[in-house]
Structures are given as C-alpha cells and as structure tokens.
C-alpha cells in the first residue's frame, strides 16, 4: 500500500486490499482516518485514540556510526498470552505518515505483510520480528539525515495500543591528541628529553566528540592514568584533557611509549596518539673484558668495555699506562640500554705492568663517570738477531773458506731450544757435512756455492718461538757453465758460419775475460787467438766457420774473473750437417677453391731446410697402362723413380704446407713432398690416387714452378750437383718425350674403339689429356674475380686400406 498527499485537504491511497482498513495516524498536528473503500485519509481531530500516549512514551537513545547499521528496538510482545499483534506503525520525528508498517490482521507475525515508504529512508529499512520483546527496526548505512525521534506504534487486537520512542542520534569521533609538554609546547615526535631522577609533565588534549569522550594515559598496555583534570581549555563544551605529571623518572621510563587513548562507549576502536620518551640516564656499571687470559707481547690484544645504563650512549675513554689511547684504534657500539667499546691494541716488552683503564661519562650529567682498570702481564716472544762472529767478513768470503754465525736472543722466559735454517730447511749438526752447531752459533766448514743463501735462527720459550731477520750469504766464486748450458752439439756444413754462445756464472761479475780453445780430429788441443769471439759480461759469442773436414770437432769456452779460472770449460761439439728427413703424417683438405696439402717437419739435418712439393698425374685408362707398364713399375733412383711420369707442378715453401690448383679430371695424381737443405733432400712423402671429378680453377698466386721453372727452384749447390742436376734434367726430357708419344697412339687407338660417353663423373673411361697440358689453368672473368665453380673429391681406392674420403668443393666469388 502506498500513500501519498494529494493538493487536496484529504490523502489518496493505492492498495490492494479488498476489506476495509481503518489506520489513526497521529502527525502531531491533526487526526486522520483512512478507509481503503474510496482510498482516502480524513481527517478526524487530535482526540483520536493512542494520540496522547505516543507523545509521552519513554525515550531510549540509540547511537549509530555514519555508514554503518543501526537497530531501533520495539517490543511487540503482546500484553496478555491469548492476544496478538494487529499492526505495527513506525513514524519519524512529527510526520504523520508511518515510515514502515506491518499488517499482520488475520494472520500470524510470519506471514505479515511489510511496507515502507518510497524515500531513501524507507529503502533502508527493514523490521525485524524476532522474538517479540527483541524486535527491531533495522536502518542500514545510516545518514546524517537518519538522525531523529522514532516512534513504533503497536496496535494488539485486544489489548490497548502501546508507543516506543527511539532517538537515533550519530556518533561523532573526537579530534585526534594533542600532546603538550609543561611548557605549552606541543609534542611532535619524542617527548623530552627528561633526565633520570627528575619530574616529567604531559597533556593530552582532545576536542568535539559526542558523547563526550574519554581522555585516558596509557603505558605498556596498562591504564597509567585516567583522571580527566578538566573539561576545558579555553571552553568547556570544546576541549577534554588529561594532565600525566610523574615526581621522579626512574630507568622503568627508558625507550618506552606512552599513548594517549580518547575513547567512549559508542565508539568502536579508541583513537591513539602515540609518544615515545626520550630519558637520559647515567652509567651505572664499567667492566673491562680482556678477550684472552694471556697478553703476548706483538701479538694483537682484543678489550672490551661494557657498560650499562648509560643514555645516550656513555662517551668512553681508554688509557694506558695514563696516555689516552687514540680513536683509529676504538670502536663503539650501542646495544639496548648498554654501551660497548672494543679496543685493538699490540703491545710491546715494555708495557709489561701497566695498567689499562676503562673511563665512562655520560656528557649530559657531568661528574657522572665510571671508571676500572687492569694490570697488565705482558708475556714476549724471544726477540731474534742474528749476526758474524767476530773476525768474519760476508764481503771477503771466497769458496773454501770458514764460516761462523751468532744467534742473539732477548727472551722472557729465556729460550729453550735454538733452531738453525738455510733457506727454509732445517739444518742439524753434521760433522762429516761440515755444519756444527752448539748453542746460539753455527760453524759452516768449506764454503761451497751450495752453502750461498739466507741464513735465519729461531728460538724458542714458553709463549712461543721468535725467528731473526734472514742473513744473506754470498760468496766469490770463479766462472763455471750455466745450467743447461755445459755441452752442445752444433751441426754446421762446409763453409757455414755458426754463432756459438758461451754463458757462465761467476762472482764477480765485472772483468771476466773468456778464452777459446779447439780440439780437432787429430787430437790436437790449440788456442784460437784469431778467432772473432764478442764478449759481453758472462756472455762470450764465437762466430765459427768450418772450411774442410778436419775443421769438424770441439770447441772449448773458458772464462776467468778476479776468484781464478774455470775448471770445466764449456764445451762445443762440430758435427757435419746431413740431409734432413722426410716429412710425415702428411694429409688432404678440401678448401673453397683449392686443395690444400700439410705435413708434419721432420729432423732438419743441422741445418735450415725448406719443403719442395711435386705433383705426378696419368691417365685413368687402363689400355695405355698396360701398354706402358714401365711407367708405374719404373726402379727409383735417389731422385725418383727412374721412367716414372715427369712432375708437372712444383712448389716450394718455408713450411711443408701447399695449395693446389688447376688439377684436371680424369688423371690419377701422385703428391711428392720433400725436405731440402743445404746437404740434399730426403726421401718423399706420397699421396697416390689423388683424383678430381671437375677442373680447380680460379685465379692462382704463382709461387709454383712448372717445368721451365724447374731450374730455378733447385738450390744451389756444388759443381758436381749442378752436373748431376742437368743429367738428371735431361733423361725427364726424354721420359716426357716417350711418355708422349706413349699418349699419341693410345689416342689413335680410343678414336678406332666405339665412343664411350664420358662425363665428370666417369671413371672407367675418362677423358684422356696429354701430359704436356696438365698444368694448372687459369680462367678469369670479364671484372677479373673468380667465376666458375667445381667440385673436387678424391676416388675410393678398393685396393688400398688407406683412403681418402670424398670431399666437395665449392669455389665461388
């Protein structure tokens, strides 16, 4: 049912009952009727029934936070057991329309039915039945608006009409604290400082606040005090405050918090001003701590000083022997209520029996100081010197000769042993060896080189061992061989220089003169005066060049300084060179645009040596091979195989390491790897079967030598060589020339067979080439760089276990 004013004197009413209603409202001004049969409310005077009663009905004030729930109460529990509720009207402040009504005629409470005004007020609320004498109403998130005299009308069937009046009034929180110190000053952060044994005055104020809060002082959770001292500073309807006055500040006050709490009833959680004290207190014990029972004399001492009850931190002090001890070496620390300063001091002989003192003051209360102290037992490690005996000189020592060393030792307790070492070994007596030892000396008996060194004593007592300075011992000696350097063997050839380089150690070094001396096959020992020898302190250098045979022998270095001559020269053996040996462990790579060849060096025969490489091809065409059998079967002299294919490529480098390029397919390739110096050449190193499927070509740097090379790339050597050289150039022209008319006719007799379709790929008949044109080729494009490309891979041998496995190449710009 809704309800509403219209512009006329009477109310207008929508419902949906069918029966009559008949409602008396009450709106404090006049009486109205309200029957549902024409919808309208009359007025009907202010003698209406209820209408006395509900102005003077009791009170009860109901305090509610804004935003939060509030409750209204209304007992609606029926006078006498055999009656029941009618109707229950809820009103605010003097309207005369119910807010909220519940009409449970001819019904039971729980099937009643609600109805609430359209406002916002009446959307917040709801009544609730409960138990009867527990029935309230309830208003959700309560407004400032909410505030105001309820009014709950119930109407029994039988029993006279009973009125509850609520105030619902908002509960508002007071100011947060004010803290004022006995000043007037407000407390901000810390209060104080308040100094120990002295008063301590605090206010704490709050303002507003309905109901009237209270103002209560608080410490460690307890109540310190609740006694609000007046209601008034400036005015009495403004201001609550509570004044905390403390007689003596005791230590129970130190690194604490007060809090000042404004509280009431309605009000959920108090509010909390927080204030932490700052108390200055006095020291109230020093202690000295000494880390270790014992003090050693340069040993590191760790003290510390603690005391207590110092604040802020005590200002520390140490002092020994009375001189203040400076802060590099203090540290302090502050730990709750105690202060603790670490001292790091080492300290020496002469402070045995001084006292260390520990001074505390705390700056604020002068004349407030603590102090103790410790006397010191300083035990010291001997104190270690060593030195000569008397009548020995370090400079004037020579091998051979005597020595003798003292051990000074200052001690506390004396020591009880004395250790000698040289170096860091540990000597013993020894009299066979020469090494005496008997109290604080050392004898040393035929100095020797072995006997040069730092010598160092130790002694030891009952805190611990000292150990002196070292002392170092030289002594003169004449020259002898460096180590490493007392024998050599040098191979030179005929009518080659060698640099021999003679080095030595003496003492002294300055004014060594060296000598030579030669011993050859004959058996001969002569000086060589004439020789060309540069001399350069303990270097001597002999430039030496045999010219025959029997210039092959030794050679002796000897040098002299101010000690004497040498006793073992330093000697040189002469050998004639001889040819180097073969490289080895020699292997194929495949590269962009080349073939490349390594090998591994071998012993070059004494003398510097280069690698010559030399390549062999012939054809894959088994007819002319078993026509020429003599060319793969040829006997081999000691510069080849004697009628074996001619070399159609040379090269020569500083190292056994080579490019190929240029081969052509259809050939099988053999690769000839030499090492050359001045004495001759090895024996080869072979790669056989060496086979491409495409031509490697590309722009080639020319350090290879074809043929008409083949001069220039020999080394040079004797008269007889050089003859052997042309013999042996002339018989490879004849081989080339047989070799070549070999090729015609196999060429005239594959032309008379059936063709056979060859390609890169076949190997059974390939495509034959003349020897002559073998070389490597050269093909450049119109810009000059490289354009073609070929694949180059080696054929499997099935005969040989060895085999080069199939590689591809791909040469592009």
């Not at 006049?30 to 102005?55: Q, Y």
């Not at 006050?253 to 000042?260: D, S």
């Not at 540990?426 to 008996?445: C, F, K, M, P, Y």
Request: net charge neutral.
């Amino acid at each position: 049912m809704n309800i509403y004013k219209n512009s006329q004197p009477n109310y207008k009413c929508l419902t949906a009952h069918a029966s009559p209603l008949i409602l008396s409202i009450v709106d404090y001004r006049n009486l109205v009727a309200f029957s549902p049969d024409n919808c309208e409310i009359k007025k009907v005077g202010r003698t209406a029934i209820g209408s006395t009663h509900a102005l003077t009905a009791p009170l009860r004030l109901v305090w509610a936070i804004e935003g939060k729930d509030a409750e209204l109460p209304c007992d609606i529990t029926p006078p006498t057991p055999t009656d029941s509720v009618n109707m229950v009207l809820w009103f605010k402040d003097t309207a005369g329309i119910p807010l909220y009504s519940l009409d449970a005629r001819g019904k039971d409470l729980a099937s009643a039915i609600h109805w609430a005004v359209s406002d916002d007020l009446g959307k917040r609320t709801y009544f609730q039945i409960g138990d009867g004498h527990r029935a309230k109403l309830k208003v959700t998130k309560v407004t400032v608006q909410d505030q105001g005299i309820f009014r709950c009308r119930v109407d029994f069937i039988n029993s006279p009409t009973r009125n509850f009046r609520v105030n619902l009034t908002l509960v508002e929180e007071p100011s947060k604290p004010t803290i004022y110190d006995a000043q007037g000053r407000e407390v901000k952060r810390v209060a104080g400082p308040f100094l120990e044994g002295y008063n301590l005055d605090l206010t704490c104020q709050v303002s507003g606040g309905r109901p009237k809060p209270t103002v209560v002082w608080w410490k460690d959770g307890k109540i310190l005090d609740a006694v609000v001292d007046t209601h008034s500073i400036g005015s009495s309807s403004k201001f609550t405050v509570n004044r905390l006055f403390i007689n003596e500040v005791t230590r129970s006050l130190w690194g604490t918090k007060l809090e000042c709490r404004a509280q009431s009833e309605q009000m959920p959680v108090p509010i909390i001003r927080e204030v932490p004290l700052d108390i200055y207190l006095k020291p109230a014990i020093v202690k000295i701590v000494l880390i270790e029972n014992r003090i050693y004399a340069g040993r590191p001492i760790a003290a510390r000083c603690e005391t207590w009850g110092s604040s802020p931190a005590a200002r520390i002090i140490w002092k020994l022997g009375g001189q203040v001890i400076g802060d590099p070496n203090v540290s302090t620390t502050q730990r709750s209520n105690s202060t603790i300063s670490k001292l790091a001091l080492v300290l020496g002989k002469d402070d045995n029996g001084k006292k260390l003192t520990c001074r505390a003051e705390n700056p604020r209360f002068p004349g407030g100081v603590f102090e103790q102290s410790e006397s010191l037992d300083v035990a010291y490690a001997p104190i270690v010197s060593i030195g000569l005996a008397t009548g020995y000189v370090l400079d004037t020592l020579r091998e051979g000769d005597d020595l003798k060393l003292v051990c000074d030792v200052e001690s506390n307790p004396p020591p009880t042993r004395i250790i000698w070492y040289h170096k860091d070994d540990r000597l013993e007596h020894d009299v066979a060896g020469g090494t005496l030892i008997a109290s604080n000396t050392l004898t040393l008996r035929v100095l020797t080189l072995a006997h040069a060194g730092e010598y160092s004593c130790e002694a030891i007592n009952s805190v611990r061992e000292g150990r002196s300075p070292p002392i170092f011992v030289q002594m003169k000696y004449a020259p002898r061989c460096r180590a490493g350097h007392e024998r050599r063997e040098v191979t030179a050839g005929r009518h080659e220089t060698v640099s021999l380089r003679c080095e030595v150690d003496a003492v002294p070094t300055d004014a060594v003169r060296f000598s030579w001396t030669y011993n050859g096959t004959r058996g001969d020992v002569l000086p060589m005066p004439n020789s060309r020898a540069r001399n350069n302190g303990l270097v001597s250098v002999l430039e030496y060049t045999p010219a025959a045979d029997t210039d092959f022998g030794t050679l002796a270095c000897w040098a002299s300084n101010s000690v004497g001559r040498q006793r073992t020269p330093c000697v040189f053996d002469i050998v004639p060179a001889k040819p180097p040996q073969p490289p080895f462990d020699c292997s194929l790579h495949n590269e962009t645009n080349s073939l490349e060849v390594n090998c591994i060096p071998g012993e070059d025969g004494g003398s510097q040596q280069y690698f010559l490489l030399e390549v062999r091809g012939i054809p894959r065409n088994t007819a002319v091979v078993q026509s020429n059998p003599s060319t793969l079967h040829a006997p081999q002299s000691d510069q080849g195989m004697v009628g074996e294919v001619p070399a159609i490529y040379q090269e020569r480098n500083p190292r056994p390491n080579f490019q190929l390029h240029g081969l052509e397919p259809g050939f099988d390739y053999t690769l000839y790897v030499y090492a050359v110096n001045g004495r001759g050449r090895s024996e080869p190193a072979l790669l056989e079967h060496v086979r491409v499927a495409g031509v490697i070509g590309g722009k080639i740097e020319r350090n290879g030598l074809f043929l008409e090379d083949l001069k220039k790339a020999l080394p040079k050597a004797s008269s007889e060589n050089m003859i052997i050289a042309i013999a042996l150039t002339g018989a490879a022209a004849l081989i080339l020339i047989g070799i070549g008319v070999i090729i015609g006719l196999a060429i005239c007799r594959r032309r008379t067979t059936s063709p056979v379709k060859d390609g890169p790929d076949d190997f059974t008949t390939p495509t034959y080439v003349s020897a002559q044109r073998i070389e490597p080729r050269i093909r450049y494009s119109g810009d000059g760089r490289r354009s073609q490309r070929a694949s180059l891979y080696v054929e499997e041998n099935r005969n040989e276990p060895d085999l080069l496995q199939r590689v591809e190449i791909d040469l592009h710009d």
